[in-house]
């Protein structure tokens, strides 16, 4: 099954940078990286997606070094509202057997 | 277009008790899936669903059945609920294939309680 590992939490204050890395040393070869939020009572909702280097949009940025183990979204100056769950979801090639597992996911709170 | 909807938004069991959790996407999705979501745990897959007729296993499928007749539904069904499957449930589609190249689409969401 995939094994991504992720902060269990983390705090921040509004107009801050806050960045969240994510392991995942069985990453398949032909496989995209993709993170996505969660708001509470809600379900989760896609933000951003890459395979290696930098991919930006007007949510945020993912960030990938040249081995793929890992990866860091960015979000820039957030505020209240990015108060929620984000998850990074990877396919799983170690066993052959490819299935689609999330993350524990990262609980980032926002405060005034 | 409603995208994927899930019906009901919360429910309460007895132990031993049946029901069917449903999910619907007028999306023309390939592919469905299920996921249970407890404190800590993240999101488990359940079972998914390729196509119409076809159904396979995910990390967690054990006290769960699933069909797949039409390419719209993906009904979840527990047979004889026991505590353990307490749990949000979250159906989701993709465009095509299982694979992180796609982005998966979730529904609101189903509350389980088993008492």
């Known amino acids: 099954l995939a094994k991504t590992t992720q902060p269990i939490s983390m705090d921040s204050y509004e107009g801050q940078e806050v960045n969240i890395t994510c392991s995942h040393n069985?990453?398949?070869?032909?496989?995209?990286i993709t993170w996505y939020q969660q708001f509470p009572s809600q379900g989760p909702r896609f933000i951003i997606q890459g395979y290696k280097t930098k991919v930006t949009n007007e949510v945020a940025s993912l960030f990938i070094p040249a081995d793929r183990k890992s990866s860091t979204l960015s979000l820039p100056r957030v505020s209240l509202s990015d108060t929620a769950v984000y998850y990074c979801?990877?396919?799983?090639?170690?066993?052959?057997?490819?299935?689609?597992?999330f993350g524990a996911g990262t609980t980032v709170t926002v405060r005034a | 277009n409603a995208g994927v909807t899930q019906t009901p938004k919360f429910q309460v069991l007895k132990t031993g008790q049946s029901m069917t959790l449903q999910c619907a996407q007028d999306?023309?999705?390939?592919?469905m899936s299920w996921y249970r979501q407890d404190p800590g745990m993240g999101l488990r897959l359940i079972h998914y669903?390729?196509?119409?007729?076809?159904?396979d296993q995910g990390e967690v499928p054990n006290g769960y059945n699933v069909s797949r007749s039409t390419t719209e539904d993906f009904p979840l069904r527990l047979l004889s609920a026991a505590p353990s499957q307490t749990s949000v449930y979250f159906c989701?589609?993709?465009?095509?294939?299982?694979?992180?190249?796609?982005?998966?689409?979730f529904g609101p969401g189903t509350r389980l309680t088993v008492l």
């Open positions: 069985n990453i398949a070869t032909n496989d995209y």
């Open positions: 989701a589609t993709n465009p095509a294939g299982a694979t992180t190249t796609d982005t998966q689409y």
């Open positions: 999306m023309n999705h390939e592919y």
């Open positions: 979801l990877v396919g799983d090639s170690l066993h052959n057997d490819y299935k689609l597992s």
């Open positions: 669903s390729v196509g119409a007729g076809i159904t």
